[in-house]
């Protein structure tokens, strides 16, 4: 499990002076999230572990938005984050809020359109669930592996294709 500090938050930190945003496209309407309105969200939700650490992590100064444009739906997402559930004790890589996002997920609609957001930096990717309301249903911190063994991956799954 991993374990982080949660700093404060303050006009102080990079993202605060970073005019990154991301719009994301649903079926509804877009969602456009920044860094800034993120963290605010998160700081209204129930403190648990994985909000703290996404907090932490959006007060990085490395990150870089991800490009996660799609149609989605609670249903269809709830069907590939109960798989990666099931294969966690099989993986090496460590996910923070897994569980929690599949909870949330099975409390919504099958239908319920949504939109994902994300950030990333050499060691993490952090992904938020949204409502098209712009609302975080959850978020899932994965470690990065070690770039000798995603490089391994990626040659495996290209030589198979």
């Known amino acids: 499990m991993i374990v982080g500090r ?3 938050i303050c006009p102080a930190h990079p993202f605060y002076m970073s005019g990154v945003s991301l719009t994301v496209r649903t079926s509804a309407k877009n969602v ?11 700081l209204e939700a129930r403190q648990t572990e ?7 992590f959006l007060g990085r100064a490395d990150l870089v938005p991800m490009d996660l444009r799609g149609e989605n739906t609670a249903g269809g997402l709830l069907r590939v ?13 460590q996910e923070v809020g897994l ?3 599949v909870g949330s ?3 919504l609609e099958a239908s319920t359109p949504l939109a994902m957001v994300g950030f990333q930096n ?17 978020n899932i911190l994965v470690s990065r592996r070690p770039p000798e063994e995603e490089r391994e991956r990626r040659e495996w799954f290209d030589a198979s294709a």
Request: proline residues 4%; hydrophobic residues 45%.
């Open 105 to 107: 997920l099975s409390n």
């Open 99 to 101: 569980a929690e996002v």
């Open 6 to 8: 949660v700093e404060a």
């Open 32 to 42: 456009s999230m920044d860094r800034k309105s993120l963290v605010a969200r998160l």
């Open 122 to 138: 050499s060691e993490r990717i952090a992904l938020f669930c949204m409502s098209t309301d712009g609302d975080i249903v959850g």
């Open 81 to 93: 984050y109960r798989n990666r559930l099931a294969l966690k004790p099989t993986t090496d890589l």
């Open 50 to 56: 994985p909000v703290r650490m996404a907090i932490e």
